[in-house]
């Protein structure tokens, strides 16, 4: 009876750790891949330089003050933009990915 209160509590403790390793390594994983959806999303002010298509990719280079930034955007936002446009973007700093994008002024003739 004793060999079997070992074997029971050696297979719980098994099973505990096959659930610890497998929670840590999703964790893991996620982290990895989602990692600017733990911080918090840069908010940038500029003009639209200039906007490209590419298989499905769409871009848009910002010049905001001196700094020129590439991000990538969707494909309902890229139809509503015009070059030289003055939006606000919010953005995942290290995807370079627009999650939200307003258009301040429609082709502004001056930079930020």
């Known amino acids: 009876m004793a060999e079997k ?3 029971s509590k050696f297979v719980a ?3 505990s750790l096959f659930l610890v ?12 891949y989602n990692q600017d ?6 908010v940038s002010k500029g003009v639209i330089e200039s906007l490209a298509a590419e298989a499905e ?4 280079i910002l010049r905001s003050g001196e700094e020129i930034l590439t991000l990538s955007i969707d494909a309902a936002a890229f139809h509503k933009l015009h070059k030289n446009d003055l939006v606000e973007v919010t953005y ?3 995807k370079q990915q627009v999650v939200q994008c307003s258009v301040l002024t429609r082709q502004a003739d001056s930079f930020i």
Not at 21 to 32: C, E, K, N
Not at 37 to 42: E, F, G, S
Not at 57 to 60: D, M, P, R, V
């Open 13 to 15: 403790a098994a099973k």
């Open 92 to 94: 995942l700093h290290q």
């Open 37 to 42: 959806w733990l911080n918090d999303p840069v």
């Open 57 to 60: 990719q769409y871009t848009l």
């Open 5 to 7: 209160n070992y074997f």
């Open 21 to 32: 390793s497998t929670v840590f390594i999703y964790v893991l994983m996620f982290m990895d």
